[in-house]
């Protein structure tokens, strides 16, 4: 198997297991994980959606904004979640811009080989390149973020009183 394959294939890993807690999570989408408040799913599915976009356009690709730049005030990791559905877009809307950003990163994978992976992310700032500065770096974050969102998802399900899920 092949580095990008091996990715590709965690990438799509990682997002099926806090996939199945989100779309669990739809008939309570504002539900926070803790009675201080949290990352509830509808903000977790936007985030999601707009860090990938914003990662393989902006700091893969080097581009001024991604497709999803509209999101950003609402979805970015400085945001503050709230309960209020009005500030949102829909559950709906949002899968799909979840699912097209996924389909990118993806497709973008199919594009490049694992040399590709060492090279520097042109669009990374200087305070990220510890994180960000190469394009797998940059995967390697993809890969895990919806792993440490899954976390705030599981306690959410847990503060609604449901039985664990495995998703």
């Known amino acids: 198997m092949s580095t990008t394959d091996f990715i590709k294939s965690s990438l799509i890993t990682s997002r099926q297991w806090t996939l199945g807690l989100i779309e669990d999570?739809?008939?309570?989408?504002?539900?926070?994980?803790?009675?201080?408040?949290?990352?509830?799913?509808?903000?977790?599915?936007?985030?999601l959606a707009y860090s990938d976009s914003s990662i393989l356009h902006e700091m893969i690709q080097g581009k001024a904004?991604?497709?999803?730049?509209?999101?950003?005030?609402?979805?970015?990791?400085?945001?503050?979640?709230?309960?209020n559905a009005s500030d949102y877009p829909s559950f709906d809307e949002l899968m799909g811009h979840f699912e097209s950003a996924q389909a990118e990163l993806l497709a973008y994978l199919d594009s490049i080989t694992d040399a590709d992976l060492d090279k520097p992310?042109?669009?990374?700032?200087?305070?990220?390149?510890?994180?960000f500065g190469t394009i797998g770096q940059c995967l390697a974050v993809s890969i895990m973020h919806p792993a440490m969102h899954y976390g705030q998802l599981a306690d959410?399900?847990?503060?609604?009183?449901?039985?664990r899920l495995m998703a």
């Open 25 to 47: 999570l739809k008939d309570e989408p504002l539900a926070q994980p803790t009675v201080k408040g949290g990352n509830h799913a509808l903000w977790i599915l936007g985030h």
């Open 65 to 83: 904004t991604c497709p999803l730049h509209a999101l950003k005030d609402r979805f970015d990791f400085k945001s503050e979640p709230t309960t």
């Open 121 to 131: 992310a042109p669009g990374c700032p200087d305070e990220w390149k510890d994180f």
């Open 156 to 163: 959410t399900r847990r503060a609604l009183g449901r039985e």
